[in-house]
């Protein structure tokens, strides 16, 4: 049990949601920190978090899965005793990049396996936890989000299975947060941009030269703490009159120019 404010983060251990799981830890915030390796693999991870705030810990799962799912939200709550927040961060690529008419049916499954039905089902089960905590009497701010990507709306033909499952993303922030406004649980979308991670560090250098030639008009690449510093605004509280909405953290390049 724990009188802090409390987070899951689903892929915690590495890129974003490590930036977004340190942060959030690092401002008094406890955080489950879930990945799918087991413990001794992420032991430096681990360490980073424990270090940041003594009562987060590391929780392995594997969101596509319904009974790691339920072990996630369970084990949270029996650590914590309450859950403010979600943070939907964990998502794969494709194993290959290929044209979309040459992309395999299996490639797509997996995608959307973990990216939208895992997402969307765990945030099914915690928000059910979360208003049983509201119609118990539980008045403090709570808040869902999905970490998506400008590929919710940016074709990519050689990963259209990614752009796909974002998609879905987006319209999943959109429902879950018409569902659980009347108990007052905000649900927002996250949508990075180009982001320094191991997932786009076979593209650096296209993206680098990219972004010099003009594509972006914040002329570099996001970092993970970026889009940690957005989750840990949204926590305060201050946007509680808002749900439903997409925060661009893209350096821009959601805009239309000429």
Same mark, same amino acid.
Do not use: W
């Given at each position: 049990?724990?009188?802090?404010?409390?987070?899951?983060?689903?892929?915690?251990?590495?890129?974003?949601?490590?930036?977004?799981?340190?942060?959030?830890?690092?401002?008094?915030?406890?955080?489950?920190?879930?990945?799918?390796?087991?413990?001794?693999?992420?032991?430096?991870?681990?360490?980073?978090?424990?270090?940041?705030?003594?009562?987060?810990?590391?929780?392995?799962?594997?969101?596509?899965?319904?009974?790691?799912?339920?072990?996630?939200?369970?084990?949270?709550?029996?650590?914590?005793?309450?859950?403010?927040?979600?943070?939907?961060?964990?998502?794969?690529?494709?194993?290959?990049?290929?044209?979309?008419?040459?992309?395999?049916?299996?490639?797509?499954?997996?995608?959307?396996?973990?990216?939208?039905? +895992?997402?969307?089902?765990? !945030?099914? @089960?915690? &928000?059910? =936890?979360?208003? $049983?905590? %509201?119609?118990?009497?539980?008045?403090?701010?709570?808040?869902?989000?999905?970490?998506?990507?400008?590929?919710?709306?940016?074709?990519?033909?050689?990963?259209?299975?990614?752009?796909?499952?974002?998609? +879905?993303?987006?319209?999943? !922030?959109? @429902?879950? &947060?018409? =569902?659980?406004? $009347?108990? %007052?649980?905000?649900?927002?979308?996250?949508?990075?941009?180009?982001?320094?991670?191991?997932?786009?560090?076979?593209?650096?250098?296209?993206?680098?030269?990219?972004?010099?030639?003009?594509?972006?008009?914040?002329?570099?690449?996001?970092?993970?703490?970026?889009?940690?510093?957005?989750?840990?605004?949204?926590?305060?509280?201050?946007?509680?009159?808002?749900?439903?909405?997409?925060?661009?953290?893209?350096?821009?390049?959601?805009?239309?120019?000429?």
């Amino acid at each position: 049990m724990t009188t802090m404010k409390t987070a899951i983060v689903t892929g915690a251990s590495r890129g974003i949601g490590r930036g977004i799981s340190t942060i959030l830890a690092k401002n008094g915030i406890a955080v489950c920190g879930v990945g799918t390796k087991p413990a001794d693999a992420v032991k430096e991870y681990e360490d980073e978090l424990k270090s940041c705030n003594a009562e987060s810990f590391y929780l392995q799962g594997d969101i596509s899965k319904a009974e790691d799912r339920e072990n996630i939200v369970n084990t949270a709550y029996e650590r914590f005793g309450h859950l403010d927040f979600l943070i939907n961060n964990a998502g794969v690529a494709p194993l290959q990049r290929m044209d979309i008419l040459e992309m395999s049916e299996e490639s797509m499954q997996r995608l959307l396996d973990i990216n939208l039905k +895992g997402t969307f089902f765990l !945030t099914q @089960l915690a &928000a059910k =936890r979360m208003i $049983e905590e %509201r119609r118990a009497g539980n008045t403090d701010f709570k808040m869902i989000t999905l970490v998506t990507s400008i590929s919710a709306e940016t074709s990519s033909t050689n990963r259209g299975e990614y752009c796909v499952s974002k998609a +879905g993303l987006a319209m999943a !922030t959109k @429902l879950f &947060a018409d =569902r659980l406004a $009347e108990d %007052r649980i905000n649900v927002y979308e996250l949508r990075p941009g180009i982001v320094e991670t191991d997932m786009t560090a076979v593209v650096h250098d296209k993206y680098a030269a990219l972004i010099e030639g003009g594509l972006l008009p914040i002329k570099k690449m996001g970092v993970p703490a970026d889009i940690g510093n957005a989750v840990l605004g949204l926590t305060s509280g201050l946007f509680a009159y808002s749900t439903g909405d997409v925060i661009n953290l893209d350096g821009g390049f959601h805009i239309s120019r000429l």
